[in-house]
Structure formats: C-alpha cells, structure tokens
Antibody, heavy 118, light 108 residues
Framework: QITLKESGPTLVKPTQTLTLTCTFS??????????MGWIRQPPGKALEWLALIFWDNDKRYSPSLKSRLTITRDTSKNQVVLTMTNIDPVDRATYYC??????????WGQGALVTVSS | EIVLTQSPGTLSLSPGERATLSCRAS???????LAWYQQKPGQAPRLFIFGASSRATGIPDRFSGSGSGTDFTLTISRLEPEDFGVYYCQQYGSSPQTFGQGTKVEIK
C-alpha cells in the first residue's frame, strides 16, 4: 500500500523560509522511473506544479519559482523535503506531495495548508 | 510553457447524462502525454486518465479520454452521483508540466 503524508508548519511569517517534508511508504525512490513532486493549490484555485526529484537524484523546478525552491531526498528515511524561501502571502496554499510515475502523478498526499501571516 | 485551457468552466448535468470536457493546449502535447485528475472538495486530486486515453487503476470504464496534438477530451458516458467534482487536465510531455484551470461538474 502506497501512502504519502506532508508535514510542516501551518503558519509562516512573510520573508521566512518554508520547509515541508513528505514521508512516504510502499515504494522506493531509488526505483527506476519513480519521482516525487510537489504541487500546490491556493484556496479555490487551480493546481500549480512546483518541483520534482527523480530516482537518479535529477531535479526539476517550476521556472517561475526556481530561484526560491530546493527539493532534496533522504532515501534511507523515505522522505522528500521542499524548501521555499522568502515566503509571501500569495504563497498561501495547500501543498501536496505526489508520486511521479513516468509522467503522471499517480499517488497524492492529503495536502498541507500553509498560511502566511505576520 | 504550454498553456492548457479547459472548457466549459462549469458543467451542470443530471445523473445519467453524458459529460464532455475539453482541454486545449497552446502547443502540441508531446507523445500525447496528457492526464486527467478528479478532485472533490477537501480532497487531493486523483489520477483518472494518463497518456490521453489510458484509465488509471480502479477507474470505471464510463470514463474515457481521447484526443491528440492540441485537443483532448474527457468523456463520462453516464454520470453517477460520485462523479461530481472538479476535473483538471495536465500535460507532462514538456517541461514545465502544466495544469489546466479545471472544469467543475455539478449536479443540475
């Protein structure tokens, strides 16, 4: 059974750095063809892809947010971490951790709502 | 970046009716790498269709995907009460992968 769960702060102050952790089970990020991604969704709005990390540790970022994002993995702990610097109120969203399987996102976490306020 | 435009924005239908959702891309989607997701309120999206026409595990056959190039369609042959929600298309053939703005399927 594949599960993914996001964890991190629910409230972040403007200009701070947001760190989100995804803990997963039921598969290995070392398996060829597997990746882990982060996608966010502002309240009432559409989905926005943020970052991907692949089985070979290759990484991809959304061009519009690339300068603020870092994605890393700890294969021994089955965790993927996303950091986003210089948080702004427009970054308020539900952040989803997802499994990437040769293209589509086939498993999703429940999501973590992050609010930005001083 | 490929922009995906979904139409209509909202589809109001009754159970048993046929639903046709459109996803149009600003450029050709490589290898028809187009997926559809369903999202219900308060839940994460769920993968329904990948590769434009392949159903994901557990998705009933009343759901079908079609299209190629820049025009794609998700068809629900006979709506069931559990089919209502927001449907998003996503292209993963070009980087960055992008999502459409969604089509809400609601009960009439």
């Amino acid at each position: 059974q594949i599960t993914l769960k996001e964890s991190g702060p629910t409230l972040v102050k403007p200009t701070q750095t947001l760190t989100l952790t995804c803990t997963f089970s039921g598969f290995s990020l070392s398996t060829n063809g597997v990746g882990m991604g982060w996608i966010r969704q502002p309240p009432g709005k559409a989905l926005e892809w943020l970052a991907l990390i692949f089985w070979d540790n290759d990484k991809r970022y959304s061009p519009s947010l690339k300068s603020r994002l870092t994605i890393t993995r700890d294969t021994s702990k089955n965790q993927v971490v996303l950091t986003m610097t210089n948080i702004d109120p427009v970054d308020r969203a539900t952040y989803y951790c997802t499994r990437w399987w040769r293209g589509p996102f086939d498993y999703w976490g429940q999501g973590a709502l992050v609010t930005v306020s001083s | 970046e490929i922009v995906l435009t979904q139409s209509p924005g909202t589809l109001s239908l009754s159970p048993g009716e046929r639903a046709t959702l459109s996803c149009r891309a600003s450029q050709s989607v490589s290898s028809n790498y187009l997926a559809w997701y369903q999202q219900k309120p308060g839940q994460a999206p769920r993968l329904f269709i990948f590769g434009a026409s392949s159903r994901a595990t557990g998705i009933p056959d009343r759901f079908s995907g079609s299209g190629s190039g820049t025009d794609f369609t998700l068809t629900i042959s006979r709506l069931e009460p559990e089919d209502f929600g927001v449907y998003y298309c996503q292209q993963y053939g070009s980087s960055p992968q992008t999502f459409g703005q969604g089509t809400k399927v609601e009960i009439k």
